[in-house]
């Protein structure tokens, strides 16, 4: 699967732009079997995803991603690993984190993020 | 897919405990089609999976995963996302690492590492 690598890079730039900057539009991301893991708490489809994104507990967000792996999937879609720093609201200290994700393509050849794991990594 | 967290677990463990005892026999965990993407070196195939693994730069070595976290894959796999510390020969402050496992059934059944991204994780 040529261009995999670009395509996770154009992927992770566009996600964490869009996190950063309004994140209630990442919901055109998932799809109604998209599962989100977010520190151990489930969220199933797109709608409960996009809410539990909504819930977060901080007004602004600035994710640093500093390392990003990508391979295919089984199903030629593709698996990222992201890790990096981000920063809430007006704190000064970076939290380090880790994020996986799942894309696939869906029924319209679009794609979208079939699986999603976040979990702050402490150090 | 019930039972996905439970065998997660239990590969979790596994991996680990079979890690640090002696990598070497983490062989019969890949397939000829398997991908490991180590600190962004990429290795296919159980054979130099294997060989990467036995040529890392230490003796001895303990994981201690702190979380994990997985999901159901769109083939009826397991996408697993580990976050956790690890310790390395004398040296004695843990490095923090995270690991993306995505595990397939092999022709006969079998569970097996299809792809493995391991990234320390700097604070």
Aim: net charge negative; proline share 4%.
């Amino acid at each position: 699967m040529a261009g995999f690598v670009a395509l996770a890079e154009q992927f992770i730039a566009h996600y964490y732009t869009t996190f950063d900057a309004d994140r209630k539009n990442l919901a055109s991301l998932y799809r109604d079997n998209s599962m989100l893991t977010f520190e151990g708490a489930q969220s199933l489809g797109a709608a409960a995803i996009t809410e539990k994104l909504a819930s977060l507990p901080f007004q602004k967000v600035v994710h640093r991603p500093s390392a990003q792996d990508a391979q295919p999937s089984p199903t030629g879609g593709i698996i990222i690993l992201v890790t990096g720093q981000l920063l809430v609201d007006e704190e000064g200290n970076p939290l380090s984190y880790s994020q996986a994700f799942q894309l696939e393509k869906d029924g319209n050849g679009a794609w979208f993020v079939f699986n999603d794991i976040f979990r702050l990594v402490y150090g």
